[in-house]
């Protein structure tokens, strides 16, 4: 009987994703999955070669779920979310501003200078403007792009929409809510120096997306993927460097708020194709 075997993708966009994954790797062949990896410089190339099959799955964040899910359908096949992070489940983002500002309520902000992060960022850019724009408020926009490509994965461009409201070169800025408490512990934001002035509902972020029908070592994939214990000497520092202490199963009833803010911009067609004007990656 043969090995079961899996090919997944990953985004290196930072060099622990190679410590993680080859972790990963050890652990899951010595529980008889014959497992590796293959790194992208970008998301819309792992997308378009997990639905081509050329990889089992790919490690996704959301906005690639949701390309993958288009394009897979336009292809006549279909790609499920076989695990997500305990830690990518019922996020929020927010718009802050300076703790002096006159801004009071969301509705204060209109015609004000909004700082973002990527263009491709779900969490800095797309989810919080798309919530703006549903509560029919009009903002000008500096965005700040850093990492294109990698979904905000690289949250550069969104420390540095901080920056800019720090310096007062912006009236908001929009970032995920757990990088507003990480950059007031790193520094990038004073204490106690901003407010929050919108939260967006709840969403979920990445998750591992595989192809339909699953191959026996995708099954086992998930399998193992779920049954790692951050009780485990061997995981527990390659779980706390991708951020979570366990793996979940996956779902997607948490990116509604993101494919109504892709299809609002046209950031893909409805058949998954890249079509956002400024958008290279």
């Known amino acids: 009987m043969s090995t079961p075997t899996v090919l997944m993708g990953a ?3 930072d060099p622990k994703v190679v410590t993680i994954w080859e972790g990963f790797r050890a652990w899951l062949r010595g529980r008889g999955l014959d497992f590796d990896f293959v790194l ?10 997990l639905v081509a099959g050329r990889i089992d799955a790919a490690w996704n964040s959301p906005l690639a779920w949701l390309r993958a899910e288009r394009l897979a359908a336009a292809n006549g096949t279909a790609v499920r979310a076989l695990t997500m992070r305990d830690t990518d489940q019922d996020l929020t983002s927010i718009v802050v501003v300076r703790a002096d500002s006159p801004v009071r309520q969301v509705a204060d902000l209109a015609g004000m200078l909004v700082a973002v992060g990527a263009v491709d960022s779900p969490q800095a850019t797309l989810i919080p403007l798309g919530h703006l724009a549903a509560a029919g408020v009009e903002v000008d926009v500096r965005r700040f792009d850093v990492g294109v490509g990698l979904h905000g994965d690289h949250i550069g461009g969104e420390r540095d929409a901080a920056r800019a409201l720090v310096a007062g070169e912006v009236d908001a800025a929009c970032m995920i809510d757990a990088n507003h408490l990480a950059f007031v512990q790193e520094g990038t934001l004073p204490p106690e120096g901003t407010r929050i002035i919108a939260q967006t509902a709840r969403y979920d972020h990445c998750n591992m997306t595989v192809r339909q029908p699953e191959s026996a070592g995708v099954r086992l994939f998930g399998t193992l993927l779920l049954g790692m214990s951050y009780a485990d000497p061997q995981v527990r520092p390659l779980l706390d460097l991708e951020g979570l202490t366990a793996w979940k199963d996956g779902r997607t009833t948490g990116y509604d708020l993101l ?3 892709v299809d609002a911009t046209g950031f893909f067609s409805p058949d998954g194709r890249v079509t956002a004007t400024d958008y290279r990656p």
């Open 11 to 13: 985004v290196a966009y």
């Open 259 to 261: 494919a109504r803010a």
């Open 40 to 49: 992208y410089s970008h998301y819309e190339r792992q997308v378009e070669d």
